[in-house]
């Protein structure tokens, strides 16, 4: 089993100053013009840095986070560094609506997570993105938990894309998920399993969660234990 820890932080969390931030991440920064983009990425960052500095066993102070970077790697997937070397940690990121979520893996497992608003969605979008298989369980299921049911597939495909470091440059269709539980034991903030395959052969094992408004995946091979909270 892997270790899978996790951290979730506001807007409210992060500083108005930039000090934390690396050199390159800063020039980043302000290459950015447009204020959701900024805030979103910059709420990523702090979030992300405060998960790796928990796990690495770092001070939070600002010069131990600037000493962190998280870049991007050709596949786009970000890549922990530590004083200019790779950490060997793996992470995820997610952001929605002013949150943001930090999965990390103090290993190499393929690791994704993905934060979704539960909110109504149309039949198009079930048929467009969901397999036929997604879509039947979505027809099955009761009004009320469709949004929910809807939310959680979607961001179980999220995460497992960003597993396997594509994003949504694949079809959506070539993960298929399936709850580990059914509805009627679905109860909020606490974790529940889910499983979604891959066409090309692998397959991850997660959890999911909901608490407010928000439903929160998490997938990972080698299979990940109940997932960490980092405060």
């Not at 690495?56 to 870049?71: H, N, Q, S, W």
């Not at 495909?157 to 539980?181: M, N």
Request: hydrophobic share 40%.
């Amino acid at each position: 089993m892997t270790d899978v820890y996790w951290l979730e932080q506001t807007e409210a969390n992060v500083p108005a100053g930039d000090g934390w931030l690396s050199e390159s991440e800063a020039v980043r920064l302000n290459g950015m013009h447009v204020p959701k983009r900024r805030a979103d990425w910059r709420l990523g960052r702090w979030t992300a840095k405060r998960a790796l500095a928990a796990c690495l066993k770092l001070p939070g102070d600002t010069p131990a986070l600037r000493r962190l970077e998280i870049l991007p790697a050709p596949s786009g997937a970000p890549e922990v560094f530590l004083a200019d070397q790779p950490s060997g940690v793996r992470i995820s990121l997610s952001h929605r609506a002013g949150t943001a979520v930090c999965s990390v893996a103090v290993s190499d497992a393929a690791l994704g997570c993905d934060l979704e608003l539960i909110e109504s969605r149309s039949y198009a979008f079930t048929a467009d993105y969901f397999t036929t298989e997604e879509q039947v369980l979505v027809s099955r299921s009761s009004v009320a938990d469709r949004p929910r049911l809807i939310a959680l597939i979607w961001s179980a495909k999220e995460s497992a894309l960003k597993a396997l470091q594509t994003g949504l440059r694949l079809d959506t269709r070539c993960v298929a998920v399936r709850p580990g539980d059914a509805p009627r034991d679905w109860s909020r903030d606490a974790w529940h399993p889910l499983e979604v395959r891959y066409s090309g052969g692998q397959s991850f094992q997660g959890w999911w969660r909901h608490t407010g408004d928000f439903l929160l995946t998490l997938v990972a091979a080698p299979p990940p234990s109940l997932p960490i909270q980092l405060w």
